[in-house]
């Protein structure tokens, strides 16, 4: 098969364009009240121009358990594609370079999620994260996040072996607010999608060092 074909460079695959309720019912919201550790709400609803809206009330006062330090965070989770039988699927990018969306924002910070859940225990909470700038304001933005800017994490702590993202192993998206920052939010979302760019080479962008096993893990 012909490559150009194929990639298509400058074209944007849309994977999940948020213009009608059948579309929101591919994501699922989830805060911190949810779980009973803290006092947040968000949700994803619709607005009058066909627009996904993802809005909410971020609030970081923590509740007094004695077990919960930290709170304060809303989230957006595309819902997990599967095969027939329930069988898990995944996402297959491994022939893009750049994840694309369009949104318009209020000026606040949003955390971008990849999940990339793997076979073992320890690999559940696998997740490459980076941050989305929001400008605010009347005007939409199309911001274009190359791949190799992505960072691992796991249950919220980012990890010491650091590495290029399985592209072929994509399970879930997420969008995150929780920049400490209490009161409203708002994030309009057209669509997001992922897009080949050859004048992107870089593979990875962050620099390892070999560490002595008992400083950080190999």
């Given at each position: 098969?012909?490559?150009?074909?194929?990639?298509?460079?400058?074209?944007?695959?849309?994977?999940?364009?948020?213009?009608?309720?059948?579309?929101?019912?591919?994501?699922?919201?989830?805060?911190?009240?949810?779980?009973?550790?803290?006092?947040?709400?968000?949700?994803?609803?619709?607005?009058?121009?066909?627009?996904?809206?993802?809005?909410?009330?971020?609030?970081?006062?923590?509740?007094?358990?004695?077990?919960?330090?930290?709170?304060?965070?809303?989230?957006?989770?595309?819902?997990?594609?599967?095969?027939?039988?329930?069988?898990?699927?995944?996402?297959?990018?491994?022939?893009?370079?750049?994840?694309?969306?369009?949104?318009?924002?209020?000026?606040?910070?949003?955390?971008?999620?990849?999940?990339?859940?793997?076979?073992?225990?320890?690999?559940?909470?696998?997740?490459?994260?980076?941050?989305?700038?929001?400008?605010?304001?009347?005007?939409?933005?199309?911001?274009?996040?190359?791949?190799?800017?992505?960072?691992?994490?796991?249950?919220?702590r980012i990890q010491d072996k650091q590495g290029p993202i399985p592209l072929d192993r994509v399970t879930n998206v997420g969008i995150t607010a929780g920049d400490k920052i209490n009161g409203s939010f708002s994030?309009?979302?057209?669509?997001?999608?992922?897009?080949?760019?050859?004048?992107?080479?870089?593979?990875?962008?962050?620099?390892?060092?070999?560490?002595?096993?008992?400083?950080?893990?190999?």
């Amino acid at each position: 098969m012909d490559p150009i074909c194929i990639h298509r460079p400058g074209e944007t695959d849309i994977v999940w364009n948020f213009n009608s309720p059948e579309a929101l019912d591919q994501w699922v919201t989830t805060s911190d009240k949810d779980h009973n550790e803290g006092y947040s709400s968000c949700s994803l609803t619709m607005n009058n121009y066909s627009k996904g809206v993802f809005t909410g009330d971020l609030n970081t006062r923590v509740p007094k358990d004695g077990k919960i330090k930290r709170s304060g965070y809303c989230n957006m989770r595309s819902i997990r594609a599967r095969k027939s039988f329930k069988r898990d699927s995944y996402l297959d990018w491994t022939m893009y370079n750049v994840l694309v969306m369009r949104v318009r924002g209020d000026g606040r910070s949003y955390m971008l999620n990849l999940a990339t859940t793997g076979y073992f225990d320890v690999m559940w909470n696998d997740v490459y994260n980076y941050v989305l700038f929001t400008r605010g304001g009347p005007y939409w933005q199309v911001a274009k996040i190359p791949f190799s800017k992505f960072f691992l994490s796991s249950k919220g702590r980012i990890q010491d072996k650091q590495g290029p993202i399985p592209l072929d192993r994509v399970t879930n998206v997420g969008i995150t607010a929780g920049d400490k920052i209490n009161g409203s939010f708002s994030l309009e979302i057209d669509y997001i999608g992922v897009e080949y760019d050859p004048n992107i080479t870089e593979e990875f962008a962050y620099e390892m060092y070999k560490t002595d096993k008992y400083i950080a893990a190999n």
